[in-house]
């Protein structure tokens, strides 16, 4: 789908889960990347990994950050 795609489709996503406010608005900077179906195979694959590994991590950050708010509180 390549990186500006990706990009768009996360911030709608925090956008409709209301991590940032619904009238936030996405930074003109666009990082120019090829599309993803340029890349051979193995790169897609790779990259592919990173953002599942990027995604895992986040996941797991978020629900230990909440434990320690929990305890806090």
């Known amino acids: 789908m390549?990186?500006?795609a990706l990009r768009?489709?996360?911030?709608?996503?925090?956008?409709r889960l209301g991590v940032i406010p619904a009238n936030a608005k996405l930074t003109s900077g666009r990082i120019v990347c090829r599309s993803g179906t340029r890349f051979r195979p193995t790169r897609?694959?790779?990259?592919?990994?990173?953002?599942e590994v990027y995604a895992g991590y986040t996941a797991y950050t978020d629900n230990e950050i909440g434990r320690v708010i929990q305890a806090v509180d």
């Open 8 to 15: 768009d489709q996360i911030f709608a996503n925090q956008k």
């Open 44 to 51: 897609r694959k790779l990259f592919a990994r990173q953002a």
């Open 2 to 4: 390549g990186w500006n």
